[in-house]
């Protein structure tokens, strides 16, 4: 019996644990703290290095009705230590994006570089749709469908 007990309980620390990793949260440009994955919230998240940047751009003018909300996330991982204080300085100051130092994101929902990538994940982080390249009008009611099955009660408010 003390046995079971102590295998139920070594279960439930390592779901406990598997859980606590899935959520990711990320400083934006602002130095405040933006959710990513895993917080309960549904979400749109538009993420790119630099060569996927003018594409990321026009995927967040396209998503402004989406039924989800969105976040832009910033794929830094090659800007060295020294030049991260530049980094931050160059994004505008209009909408905060999140910024993945350490390619976070793209470890936990894969990434194809010099091109926008764009994920739909639920709110335990998981991804429903991954899409890369530039918007097109495919892509987007593609993506409308999905998040409108993903967030319904986004949709009546």
Same mark, same amino acid.
Do not use: K
């Given at each position: 019996?003390?046995r079971?007990? @102590?295998?139920?309980?070594t279960?439930?620390?390592?779901t *406990?644990?598997?859980?606590?990793?899935q959520?990711?949260?990320?400083?934006?440009?602002?130095?405040?703290?933006?959710?990513?994955?895993?917080?309960?919230?549904?979400?749109?998240?538009?993420?790119?290095?630099?060569? #996927?940047?003018?594409? @990321?751009?026009?995927?967040?003018?396209?998503?402004?009705?989406?039924?989800?909300?969105?976040?832009?996330? *910033?794929?830094?991982?090659? =800007?060295?230590?020294?030049?991260?204080?530049?980094?931050?300085?160059?994004?505008?100051?209009?909408?905060?994006? @999140?910024?993945?130092w350490? #390619?976070?994101?793209?470890?936990?929902? #894969?990434?194809?570089?010099?091109?926008?990538? =764009?994920?739909? =994940?639920?709110?335990?982080?998981?991804?429903?749709?991954?899409?890369?390249?530039?918007?097109?009008?495919?892509?987007?009611?593609?993506?409308?469908?999905?998040?409108?099955? @993903?967030?319904?009660?986004?949709?009546?408010?």
């Amino acid at each position: 019996m003390t046995r079971h007990l @102590a295998i139920a309980g070594t279960v439930f620390l390592l779901t *406990a644990t598997a859980i606590a990793q899935q959520r990711l949260e990320l400083p934006t440009q602002f130095d405040e703290t933006e959710a990513i994955l895993g917080d309960g919230q549904p979400r749109i998240i538009v993420y790119a290095d630099r060569a #996927g940047s003018q594409q @990321a751009e026009e995927w967040g003018r396209a998503l402004e009705s989406a039924p989800c909300p969105s976040v832009g996330v *910033a794929n830094l991982t090659a =800007v060295p230590d020294i030049g991260r204080s530049m980094a931050r300085e160059s994004f505008s100051d209009d909408d905060p994006i @999140a910024l993945d130092w350490q #390619g976070e994101v793209a470890e936990r929902l #894969g990434f194809t570089a010099g091109e926008a990538n =764009v994920y739909l =994940v639920d709110g335990a982080g998981t991804a429903l749709a991954h899409l890369h390249g530039p918007a097109s009008e495919a892509s987007l009611e593609r993506l409308r469908l999905r998040a409108r099955e @993903a967030c319904p009660a986004a949709e009546t408010e």
